[in-house]
Structures are given as C-alpha cells and as structure tokens.
C-alpha cells in the first residue's frame, strides 16, 4: 500500500488503551479478580495468562480499604490509582474500574 491508494482507510483506528469492568462489591469475586479481568480484556487475553498481581497488591487489603465502617457505612465516594505491570487501575467505591494501558507505543 502505498500513499496513493484510495483504498486505505485515512485514519485508522488506534488500539483500546482503556477499559471499564465493575466490580460486585457483595458478590464472591475479590476485587483483585475483577482487576484482572479488566487487564485481560484490554490485553485481549485470557485471565489466566495475566502475571499474578499479588506480588504488587495485597487482594486482602485491596478489598478491606472499600469495606463499610462501621461509623459511616459504605465508602462508594473513594477511589484508588495503583499502577499493575503496563496499566494503571483506578477502583472506584461504587464498583467501577478503569485500567489504562500506560505503555504509550
């Protein structure tokens, strides 16, 4: 294909760098697992084949900072950015997660 041929599309679309997953705060799925789901679907890959996150997160912690208190009750205004191999994750209290592709090629 050469810059003459009309057949080519001007513009081609770049790839997904962002995808959305929501997490079910009263399901059974941790929150690392949604995590992982939302990689993989933006890596466009199997789950399994996502390297484990919990050698930079700790699932346990990571699901207790959005638990209810006691005094307030649910934290769904919260959020948190951790960054997980080449994507930013951002978990919002109300289930929403964002992962970002931070690799910029």
């Known amino acids: 294909m050469n810059a003459l041929d009309h057949d080519a599309p001007a513009n081609p679309t770049p790839p997904t760098q962002t995808t959305t997953v929501t997490h079910d705060w009263e399901g059974d799925c941790s929150l690392a697992v949604t995590i ?6 933006l890596a466009d890959v199997d789950p399994e084949d996502v390297p484990q996150i919990y050698d930079q997160v ?27 191999d080449d994507y930013g994750v951002t978990v919002h209290g109300d289930g929403t997660v964002v992962v970002r592709s931070l690799n910029h090629t």
């Open 58 to 84: 700790d699932p346990d912690s990571l699901d207790s900072l959005f638990e209810p208190t006691r005094r307030t009750g649910d934290r769904s205004d919260g959020h948190l950015w951790i960054p997980v």
């Open 36 to 41: 992982v789901t939302g990689i993989a679907r």
